[in-house]
């Protein structure tokens, strides 16, 4: 990592915590509870695609490992935010660490104070590309909306595999994946030029540092060297017709955040 990626890292982490601000997304108290399973106001749309993500990831991934393991996990959550997923995962039985950049009490690691008073995990403030997290040692290492601020993919995946113990899996949740590379590149040049629109004054420092931005099948297999599939999340109505509704406006097909699983040997 350049000597100038701290500096607009440090840059982006408050003006997203603005920008979070100014959206609405600084949860608290029952409504942070609830999370995922948000049903009121402007966000509760947004709640309903990674309320899905949740109920799949948790039947099909965290509860049979956890079968099959016969013990509670030792999970990972990066990019953890708030924390909401490891408090869901921690009053499942399981053993938590919450990894984030920002320990803002907007809707980073600092807001999970009330969280942590009902069912406790371990909290980080550190980046992907320098994890602090002894080899071998999780179970579980989960991308929670949060892979595609990835700045360099295959250091941060192989980072976090060094985590894991034989047999252990990376899971990605709610990232876009893209079909291919092109509508990929695309939704990145429209986020690009509706960023003064979008963010005002912030839009520079939200948009230095090179993130990755989207993933593919194709991508996340160049860059890890491992075998992944595809657990197809149904996503409510109106989710599932954006393809149809893309076509019919002749524009780019839009992604899916369906959950993406590897395990590492």
């Keep these: 990592m350049s000597a100038a990626i701290p500096d607009a890292l440090d840059r982006f982490r408050i003006d997203y915590a603005r920008q979070r601000a100014s959206e609405g997304r600084a949860h608290s108290g029952t409504e942070l509870a609830s999370l995922p399973y948000l049903s009121a106001g ?43 997923l490891s408090h869901r995962l921690a009053l499942e039985g399981h053993r938590c660490t919450a990894l984030d950049i920002r320990e803002d009490e907007v809707d980073g690691l600092g807001a999970a104070d009330e969280l942590n008073r009902i069912a406790p995990f371990e909290r980080i403030v550190a980046s992907f590309e320098r994890l602090p997290v002894p080899d071998r040692s999780m179970d579980l290492a989960v991308f929670n909306a949060s892979l595609h601020y990835a700045i360099g993919l295959a250091p941060v995946l192989a980072n976090a595999a060094r985590t894991l113990v034989p047999g252990g899996c990376i899971a990605v949740l709610d990232s876009p994946f893209y079909a291919n590379e092109a509508d990929g590149e695309a939704m ?19 948009l230095a540092l090179p993130f990755i931005e989207f993933l593919t099948r194709e991508r ?37 955040f369906d959950i993406w699983v590897a395990e590492v040997a």
Aim: avoid cysteine; charged fraction near 30%; proline fraction near 7%.
């Design 188 to 206: 990145v040049r429209e986020k690009h030029a509706a960023a003064e629109a979008a963010f005002g004054s912030r839009a520079p420092n939200l």
């Design 42 to 84: 402007p966000l509760a749309r947004q709640w309903q695609v990674r309320a899905r993500t949740f109920d799949t990831f948790l039947a099909h991934v965290v509860r049979p490992m956890a079968s099959r393991k016969g013990r509670p996990l030792r999970i990972l959550d990066l990019g953890a935010g708030n924390g909401w």
């Design 220 to 256: 996340v297999e160049r860059a890890s060297g491992l075998r992944w599939r595809r657990l197809r999340v149904r996503y409510p109505l109106w989710y599932e017709l954006r393809p149809l509704v893309a076509r019919w406006k002749r524009r780019r097909a839009p992604s899916r």
